[in-house]
């Protein structure tokens, strides 16, 4: 009976060319599609979790409130001493290690002279429980010993390689920013792509016992500090909740203690409403954590929840088709089901006949979007940065899933249409009548669904276009075109920067050359708390927390940041360096002031120094746009870490040259990296803009496989009115009204979709533009023009084949069946 099935469904198949490809085409770019992005979203939800104690790893996390209550910075990383304390205070913590990003030259000596000098990014100063928390595969050396000593280092596999070409250096030394010896204790495995760091170099963290790199006084007093990762494993069965719920009591008892002791602060002040201490899942890192000094750029809940529901359409809309042409050609099969039932098929029989037929599209859907997605993965991987296998036949729990997948959609496809040909009564099919009725009401129902399908998506994709334009187009406040950052090597220029200054800037080709602690397109994280400043004849402590930023004289300058009120630092005035303090507009709202130039000069109290103010700048975008502008002070403390040089855009080569030239003058053993802003400032949206491509990529696909059934039931519906359409012309219809009278229909029901569509795209565009402190605001027009762009494609589709029926002969017409 099955052969007999599989025989009958294949002859329908060949007998219905034209609805056969659209099914199996529409199906086969549907499941693409949807195994594509079941691919992206595994990989994403799969962060970490190769760790066979994942469920019990936690990350600390620390924010800071305003004394309304409000987080106005929440860390991913927190101070030195709480790790230790944390260890020491709480029996459900079993291990803690903590672990901090050092940014280093790395080289390589070799006969006396530095060879393969690198600025490594990825070296983290790292606790030996390390091994004992994270599943760190090691290749040679022994974990437990390799990070005790103070200066050893461990290599990942790259890195081993990058520096000796071999894995087998244990005993071999590497220079570390042309100041320390490392020995090498062994060699790691690469972590996995689906981890939240991904450390190249693991140096022993009692390293930073030395007071040339930071000293123990610093690691057990430190409470300012907060670039410290802090992992903690609890206990079987303990409960985070609870653990977390006494780290107030911890502060207070702690942090309070140091801070009333050190810091000054009065008796009543309690450490737990300042700042709170958070247990974050290891495995919640990747999706759920956007804090503010994140180790590398995280994924988004959001964009897997959205590229999950986009593949749940696509294969909707691909099933609605199949229902859509299967029960639009019933009429044409009524005569063989009554014939069939004639002759004595039961109808299960005729269900079991058209469920194999489905079934069998689906299989056929399945080989071939198999073939397209072998395709599409390496697109998908060249397009998010991923490696995820491309051989879905190796896939056995993948492959296994697919084919079930197939049957289950063939007949979620295929039910519908099945019972409703099995429901025909022979008697008035084989008279030539239609076998039911009514079936019409549910075709327009799941063309209204695709439509409205169809319409937010293309309302969705005009509106972050329009915000992505808006984020590249919007007014910084400076400029970042021309502009390069390099690293400023302190230590190195202490007492030669005003000679390297000046050969810099002797070139025509070097406007400006500017130093900073941070540079526009970072995080503003460092604070010295709140100001205060002169009302009447008294200092007043301001309540407002001030952003700071270490600059030089030449700063504001590199980026055309301009004056509201006063003056910029000079090196003319000797007490700038000491004394100077620099606002932006946001500190001058926050603190009060209406009339800027009136508080100029005026007595002006940061970071324990009694000052002057000596000018306002006016706001700009320090940060992305996703952030407010916050209130911003500048200082010359030194200790600067980041270098800006304005380039002439007429004299871009020889300018890079000269600075080369001048780099490795001055600085031979650190090398020449620099980086372009306008490149930072691009990578600030890069996920918006991937995740812009993808939406767009996998909506256009939606909307095509919608395209296609709608042409699909065109053809059917165009066919089935030839009679109709000759008549009208021999009574004298022109070809214009005849194409109303076709399009008409489908005009109502494309209105109907837009009424659903427009609230539906209006509240998730909302919560999505939301996340932006500075959005667009949501024109009626983008809505106007994506029904029209609906309409659009649903004449256009339609019209292909009623045009055609139009022009037709209606002598030809008339002789049609």
């Not at 390689?161 to 087998?168: D, G, M, T």
């Not at 207070?252 to 737990?272: E, I, Q």
């Not at 589709?797 to 037709?808: D, E, G, K, N």
Request: aromatic share 12%; hydrophobic share 45%; charged share 20%.
């Amino acid at each position: 009976m099955i052969r007999n099935y599989i025989k009958v469904a294949l002859r329908s198949i060949l007998h219905n060319k034209l609805t056969a490809f659209i099914n199996i085409a529409g199906l086969a770019l549907a499941i693409a599609c949807a195994i594509l992005i079941f691919l992206f979203v595994t990989d994403e939800i799969s962060y970490d979790r190769y760790h066979a104690k994942a469920d019990r790893i936690y990350r600390v996390t620390r924010s800071f409130h305003s004394p309304e209550g409000e987080v106005n910075l929440h860390l991913a990383n927190v101070a030195p001493p709480i790790g230790p304390l944390l260890k020491n205070d709480f029996g459900e913590i079993e291990k803690m290690a903590r672990t901090i990003n050092f940014g280093m030259v790395i080289g390589l000596e070799e006969n006396g002279e530095l060879k393969k000098s690198n600025n490594e990014e990825f070296v983290f100063l790292a606790e030996p429980a390390i091994f004992d928390i994270f599943d760190i595969q090691i290749k040679s050396g022994d974990a437990s010993k390799a990070l005790q000593r103070p200066f050893t280092i461990m290599l990942s596999e790259k890195a081993a390689q990058k520096y000796f070409n071999s894995e087998n250096i244990i005993g071999k030394r590497l220079r570390a920013d042309n100041r320390f010896d490392l020995e090498i204790t062994g060699v790691y495995k690469n972590f996995p792509a689906q981890s939240h760091w991904h450390p190249e170099f693991l140096v022993s963290f009692n390293s930073l016992e030395d007071d040339r790199v930071y000293g123990r006084n610093g690691l057990e007093t430190n409470w300012g500090n907060n670039s410290f990762g802090t992992y903690l494993l609890l206990q079987q069965g303990a409960d985070p909740k609870k653990v977390e719920a006494s780290f107030p009591s911890f502060l207070d008892k702690h942090f309070g203690s140091y801070a009333r002791a050190n810091w000054g602060v009065p008796a009543d002040w309690v450490a737990s409403k300042t700042t709170t201490l958070f247990l974050q899942k290891l495995t919640d890192i990747h999706l759920r954590s956007h804090l503010d000094d994140e180790l590398e750029a995280n994924g988004n809940i959001n964009s897997v929840y959205m590229m999950s529901i986009i593949g749940f359409f696509i294969v909707l809309i691909a099933c609605f088709n199949f229902v859509n042409l299967s029960t639009a050609r019933a009429t044409k099969r009524a005569r063989e089901v009554g014939l069939r039932k004639v002759v004595g098929a039961l109808r299960a029989q005729l269900i079991g006949q058209y469920l194999s037929e489905s079934i069998l599209i689906s299989f056929f859907s399945l080989m071939l979007a198999m073939l397209l997605s072998a395709r599409g993965i390496t697109w998908l991987n060249n397009f998010t940065g991923k490696a995820i296998p491309a051989n879905i036949l190796t896939n056995l729990p993948l492959l296994g899933g697919l084919i079930l997948f197939a049957c289950i959609l063939g007949i979620l496809a295929g039910i519908y249409p099945a019972l409703v040909i099995s429901s025909f009564n022979p008697v008035t099919t084989l008279k030539g009548q239609p076998g039911s009725s009514g079936k019409a009401g549910i075709r327009k129902t799941l063309v209204v669904v695709q439509f409205a399908i169809s319409i937010i998506l293309i309302i969705a994709t005009l509106i972050t276009f329009q915000q992505l334009s808006f984020l590249n187009t919007r007014e910084l406040g400076y400029q970042k075109d021309q502009v390069i950052t390099l690293d400023y090597y302190g230590d190195d220029l202490k007492n030669s920067y005003e000679a390297f200054y000046n050969a810099l800037t002797q070139s025509s080709g070097i406007q400006h050359v500017g130093r900073s602690t941070r540079i526009p397109t970072g995080r503003l994280l460092d604070s010295y708390g709140s100001a205060s400043v002169m009302k009447g004849d008294s200092l007043v402590n301001v309540n407002a927390d001030l952003k700071s930023i270490s600059i030089d004289e030449d700063f504001f300058d590199t980026y055309g940041i301009q004056l509201a009120a006063g003056r910029k630092f000079s090196k003319a005035i000797s007490t700038d360096d000491s004394l100077a303090f620099i606002i932006n507009e946001a500190a001058a709202k926050a603190i009060g002031w209406t009339n800027l130039e009136e508080n100029i000069d005026k007595e002006f109290h940061y970071a324990d120094v009694n000052g002057k103010l000596i000018g306002i700048v006016k706001d700009f975008h320090f940060e992305s746009l996703h952030q407010q502008i916050v209130p911003m002070i500048f200082l010359m403390r030194g200790n600067y870490r980041r270098l800006s040089v304005k380039i002439s855009g007429k004299d871009m080569k020889p300018g890079l040259a000269h600075l080369e030239k001048t780099w490795k003058a001055f600085l031979p053993g650190k090398p020449f990296e620099y980086t372009f802003l306008s490149e930072r400032y691009r990578k600030l949206y890069e996920a918006e803009q991937k995740q812009s491509q993808l939406f767009t990529t996998f909506a256009g696909l939606a909307i095509f496989i919608a395209s296609m059934g709608l042409f699909g039931l065109a053809t059917f519906n165009t066919l089935q009115r030839m009679k109709e359409i000759g008549i009208r012309k021999v009574l004298g219809a022109s070809v214009g009204s005849i194409l109303q009278l076709l399009s008409k229909e489908i005009l109502i029901l494309v209105g109907i979709a837009n009424l659903i569509a427009w609230p539906v795209a209006w509240y998730f565009m909302n919560q999505w533009l939301n996340s932006f402190a500075y959005r667009v605001d949501m024109n009626i027009a983008l809505y106007i023009a994506g029904t029209a762009c609906a309409i659009a494609i649903a004449l256009l589709t339609v019209s292909t084949q009623t045009i055609r029926a139009a022009l037709r002969n209606p002598a030809k017409t008339l002789r049609y069946e």
